[in-house]
Nanobody, 119 residues
């Protein structure tokens, strides 16, 4: 059962933009913190941005000013706008939904969407 499905990746030239989407199902989406990660071949998964259930955002220094995370609770979706893309942004991009309550923790991942940036 897929709780999160990413889309929007593709092949883009350097300097281009993409809007990645993460659609949730079977979740009370509004209570989850959402994070976007990426993983390039041979590298560790890298945290890019987070957005809390209240809309507070954080960004990794490597993408600050170029990437924007957002969410639409009515659509049970999160988005990652990626601008001014560079070849080194090539990776599989994942979304992650986390809820940590007093006694329970839920942690879901999508299958990822490939972003390839050509020079």
């Amino acid at each position: 059962q897929e709780h999160l499905v990413e889309s929007g990746g593709g092949l883009v030239q350097a300097g281009g933009s993409l809007r990645l989407s993460c659609a949730a199902s079977e979740l009370t989406f509004s209570i989850y913190e959402i994070a976007w990660y990426r993983q390039a071949p041979g590298k560790q998964r890298e945290l890019l941005a987070t957005i809390s259930s209240h809309g507070t955002t954080t960004y990794a220094d490597s993408v600050k000013g170029r990437f924007t995370i957002s969410r639409d609770n009515d659509k049970k979706s999160s988005y990652l706008q990626v601008n001014s893309l560079k070849p080194e942004d090539t990776a599989v991009y994942y979304c992650n939904a986390i809820y940590a309550g007093m006694r329970t923790k839920y942690d879901y991942w999508g299958q990822g969407t490939q972003v390839t940036v050509s020079s």
